[in-house]
T-cell receptor, first 111, second 112 residues
């Protein structure tokens, strides 16, 4: 079982929709979770991070962690065509030294 | 200029050839990483280095080697390239004690 699993999509939604992206993880020695966004032909960039359970909000983006079910979610409100990208969830490995990434979900927001 | 620069951006090479991918950074970070990205498999760690004298194997190091020439430079070599190594390669940096990785633009490598 991979440490971080994610539905690869692709996911297509109309502009303005609420998007829900999800990951599950198998080990959690370090409660630090991240969402990266990767545009086509670019490197991933950190979008949000959270240290613990609960929600963290940043503009149109909300990251949610449910430790009991080992579930990580990213919600995008009022989605825009510029949100079209691949979204990768990530966590620290059990030594707190390296990053472990999910395979990414490709999102398309249609005008 | 990008904080993490990879060269070349694209490369086509033949099976059996030796190839080097280079990464340099201006962020002053001590940690550097090499990942490869394949469709459906995500980013997988090849090698990482926490300082100039520290080199560690990652999840998929077979067939690869690295050199940390300076704090700012970390190169990845394929001694004898094979088609299975066709992928998108990313260099990344981070600062010790800070859990955020900064990625280069990637190198698209094709082995024919």
């Amino acid at each position: 079982q991979k440490e971080v699993e994610q539905d690869p999509g692709p996911l297509s939604v109309p502009e303005g929709a609420i998007v829900s992206l999800n990951c599950t993880y198998s080990n959690s020695a370090f409660q630090y979770f991240m969402w990266y966004r990767q545009y086509s032909r670019k490197g991933p960039e950190l979008l949000m991070y959270t240290y613990s359970s609960g929600n963290k909000e940043d503009g149109r983006f909300t990251a949610q962690v449910d430790k009991s079910s080992k579930y990580i979610s990213l919600f995008i409100r009022d989605s825009q065509p510029s949100d079209s990208a691949t979204y990768l969830c990530a966590k620290l490995d059990n030594y707190g030294q390296n990053f472990v990434f999910g395979p990414g979900t490709r999102l398309s927001v249609l005008p | 200029d990008a904080d993490v620069t990879q060269t070349p951006r694209n490369r086509i090479t033949k099976t059996g050839k030796r190839i080097m991918l280079e990464c340099s950074q201006t962020k002053g970070h001590d940690r550097m990483y090499w990942y490869r990205q394949d469709p459906g498999l995500g980013l997988r760690l090849i090698y990482y280095s926490f300082d100039v004298k520290d080199i560690n194997k990652g999840e998929i190091s077979d067939g690869y080697s690295v050199s940390r020439q300076a704090q700012a430079k970390f190169s990845l070599s394929l001694e004898s390239a094979i088609p299975n190594q066709t992928a998108l390669y990313f260099c990344a940096t981070s600062e010790s004690g800070m859990a955020e990785a900064f990625f280069g633009q990637g190198t698209r490598l094709t082995v024919v």
